[in-house]
């Protein structure tokens, strides 16, 4: 797909709209990582079993909520989350909160790279990291520039095997560590217990931000209903899934990498699969969504730069951060990911929700900078590291305070603003 065809800043029109499957796998692939295993894991640590099962699944149905309602935006609109964003944040506004979003999300990939390097060090010691990460690099480049096209036939051929590697995993896991009982008797040691809130709220954290940017996918999707498919399959069969079979084999074998745990069985190949694709289909999605992010960003600046050199750009920013020690604390990283994206994901939602009306058919667009959007992303990050709020509740300060921020400048102070209007294309309503 040319830049052109990726409309980064215009609606897809329905001509150009894709199957469910089409979009639907590339949410599973987006959704599954590495990352789900190690959350997995750290719940299932300090958690009993019954604990750990209600609060990954609560937390990634929280997530499909989201990621439903904030992918409703996208096939409304036509529009990537970025584009969206002018709407919120005015149009010259958006280039500092897409220059944001995509800085953090080359963080965010630059720690799962890094997590390959290390895995793939346990698999083949022998193996050089640099190199590692190099020609992983290349890989995810090499879907990740050709776009929606590249994201899909990576997913459609990922999903289906990361599946059936997945339950052959859990099925040698269980066969050679007593079966399920153990699993079902599982309680933390003393001093290792974590809330259900805390461990709802480490899931919630693991894809907030992404649930936030469904709309750079949905604008692709032809119906309303494949949104609500995509978002099960996504966070419920995609990162819940992983999650829980992460945690259940960190309570039998006392590993929640299912990577290490298909080493351990000697199946070294399918652990390497799975260690690639897992990653690959998250990180290329990722990068995606950045150079959205970038292209955006210079197509409003007046630059003249191809969304395909913002891809290499963003592969080279997450290379360096996989170099530079940033992984060594995940959960920390998380939390800190989660009190800036998660804010992004609660401001969508009261804008388009709360503010406009819902089904609303034209849509005010600020010139400059929108003091609502600016107030409520300051106040909802500060007020999320200040009281150290857990993910869920940095969605939910976001949602309040730009819903207030909302009405005492657009209704109490009758703020004026320049701006155009933009008409919702015509949809499946």
């Not at 300090?46 to 929280?62: D, K, P």
């Not at 520039?145 to 590249?150: L, R, T």
Request: proline share 3%; charged share 10%.
């Amino acid at each position: 797909m040319n830049d052109e065809k990726e409309f980064l800043s215009t609606p897809v029109p329905m001509k150009e709209r894709r199957s469910f499957t089409s979009v639907g796998f590339v949410w599973v692939g987006w959704c599954i990582s590495v990352s789900a295993f190690l959350t997995g894991g750290n719940i299932a640590k300090g958690s009993s079993f019954s604990q750990t099962v209600f609060s990954i699944l609560l937390a990634n149905l929280i997530l499909a909520v989201i990621g439903t309602l904030c992918g409703l935006v996208g096939y409304r609109t036509g529009l990537t989350t970025y584009s969206a964003m002018k709407m919120i944040f005015g149009r010259k506004g958006s280039t500092i909160v897409n220059v944001v979003n995509g800085i953090s999300l080359m963080s965010f990939i630059g720690v799962l790279m890094a997590s390959f390097a290390t895995y793939l060090k346990q698999l083949y010691p022998s193996f050089p990291s640099t190199l590692a990460l190099i020609l992983f690099a290349c890989c995810i480049t090499l879907s990740s520039i050709n776009g929606m096209k590249g994201l899909s036939i990576l997913s459609n051929i990922a999903a289906p095997l990361l599946w059936a590697l997945l339950a052959l995993c859990l099925v040698l896991t269980l066969v050679n560590h007593g079966g399920f009982a153990p699993v079902l008797a599982w309680v933390p040691e003393q001093g290792n217990e974590i809330s259900f809130m805390a461990a709802m709220s480490l899931a919630i954290a693991t894809w907030v931000g992404g649930a936030g940017k469904t709309a750079d996918l949905t604008r692709f999707s032809k119906k309303k209903s494949h949104i609500v498919g995509g978002a099960i399959l996504g966070y419920i069969a995609g990162s819940g899934l992983f999650e829980l079979i992460a945690a259940i084999c960190a309570i039998s074998s006392g590993e929640s990498n299912i990577v290490i745990v298909m080493a351990r069985f000697g199946l070294i190949i399918p652990a390497v699969i799975i260690l690639t694709l897992a990653l690959w289909t998250t990180t290329d999605n990722n990068i995606y969504s950045a150079s959205l992010a970038f292209g955006d960003m210079s197509e409003i600046l007046g630059l003249k730069i191809p969304r395909k050199v913002w891809v290499v750009v963003n592969v080279l920013i997450a290379l360096v951060v996989s170099m530079t020690g940033v992984a060594s604390d995940f959960s920390s990283f998380l939390s800190f990911f989660g009190t800036i994206a998660g804010p992004f994901a609660g401001i969508m939602l009261a804008h388009f929700y709360l503010v406009c009306r819902p089904g609303a058919k034209k849509y005010f667009v600020p010139e400059n900078f929108s003091v609502p959007g600016f107030v409520g992303w300051i106040l909802s990050f500060a007020l999320s590291n200040v009281l150290h709020f857990n993910t869920f509740y940095a969605v939910i300060s976001g949602i309040v305070i730009y819903f207030l921020s909302a009405m005492l400048f657009n209704k109490v102070i009758k703020l004026q603003q320049k701006g155009v209007e933009f008409e919702i294309p015509e949809v499946e309503q």
